[in-house]
């Protein structure tokens, strides 16, 4: 097996759709493309412009497409260099402990001689190599169709964080019914951030995508275009699920800040209510305790228990209306 250097990944030729060998060489790979019904594929993960200094030489990539791929933090595009397409695409895993989606991103150079994937963060393609070389017919259709998998494997990953934003925006409606008194605020602006983050992976995708049908390319056939349709598809049908979520979130934030109003305007009523029914013995022990010679009833025998149970009967009048009234 051939030594390969840490930010190559995987580095495979393929003929008629079979793997030829285990790891090789850039150069041998390269030279490997000439050969008829021949194709490389070169996955890199996270390298220095001076790291794919060597990739972008041997393949003759463009240098605007070149820093895109090192630099990352692209928007989801599809652009034609010559006969390479250059594609940025947003990878999505959702952690479900933390309520959080982890984007990463994947730059793939597609050529009819080569494919090369970029990748930064989280979204490996080791599953996607490991089916599609158990299917030479597919892999004998070239790069292009190599994209088509690499997209659909995307798009099944998004489907999959959406259904986990979904069980969790549930949770979430409950939690704002439940009349328990809690206030589920924060978790909503995260879970919404979240959200708004998502879209902005999905939306632009499913543009690059009608990009690449319109544009082309040799290295994605026109007989391929049906299969790039239906990831655009199914793009379509997880973005309108997101929109979906962010209307969900957002009455969910309304009817959560209705609650707490209503909650607060109940507090007040109950403190108001209070404040009127220990008004009465504030107020009567206030006057008694001025110490004047001529006050009613200070010579009179019963004059502390009659006071007293006086105090006792407004206030539970008080407290009869205000319960009636349902402010207590």
Not at 29 to 39: H, L, R, S
């Amino acid at each position: 097996m051939a030594i390969l250097p840490v930010v190559i990944v995987k580095c495979a030729t393929y003929e008629n759709g079979v793997r030829r060998d285990d790891d090789v060489p850039l150069g041998e790979a390269c030279a490997a493309t000439a050969e008829k019904d021949t194709f490389a594929w070169v996955g890199v993960f996270e390298p220095t412009a001076e790291e794919f200094d060597s990739i972008a030489r041997e393949f003759n990539l463009h240098e605007l497409a070149v820093e895109d791929a090192v630099n990352a933090h692209q928007r989801p595009k599809a652009e034609l260099y010559g006969d390479t397409l250059f594609v940025v695409v947003k990878t999505a895993h959702y952690v479900d402990s933390e309520e959080v989606i982890q984007l990463g991103e994947l730059m793939v150079f597609v050529n009819p001689k080569f494919i090369i994937t970029v990748r930064h963060g989280d979204g490996g393609l080791s599953r996607v190599r490991r089916e599609f070389e158990h299917h030479p017919e597919l892999m004998r259709r070239g790069p292009g169709m190599v994209l088509y998998a690499i997209l659909d494997h995307v798009v099944d990953d998004y489907e999959i964080a959406a259904q986990g934003v979904d069980v969790d925006i549930q949770q979430v409606e409950r939690q704002v019914f439940a009349g328990d008194g809690a206030n589920p605020a924060e978790r909503i602006y995260k879970l919404e951030r979240e959200v708004l983050d998502f879209y902005g992976a999905v939306a632009p995708l499913a543009l690059a995508v009608d990009e690449i049908c319109r544009e082309e390319a040799e290295c994605v056939p026109t007989d391929l275009h049906e299969y790039f349709r239906d990831v655009r598809d199914h793009l379509r049908r997880v973005e309108a699920r997101i929109a979906a979520f962010r209307e969900l979130l957002g009455s969910a934030l309304h009817a959560n800040l209705t609650q707490v109003s209503l909650r607060q305007n109940e507090d007040m009523r109950k403190i108001s209510a209070w404040v009127a029914i220990l008004a009465v013995p504030t107020g009567v022990a206030g006057i008694y305790g001025m110490n004047f010679d001529h006050m009613p009833e200070l010579g009179w025998r019963f004059g502390y228990p009659a006071v007293l149970l006086l105090i006792l009967a407004i206030c539970s009048y008080l407290y009869w209306r205000f319960k009636r009234a349902g402010w207590l």
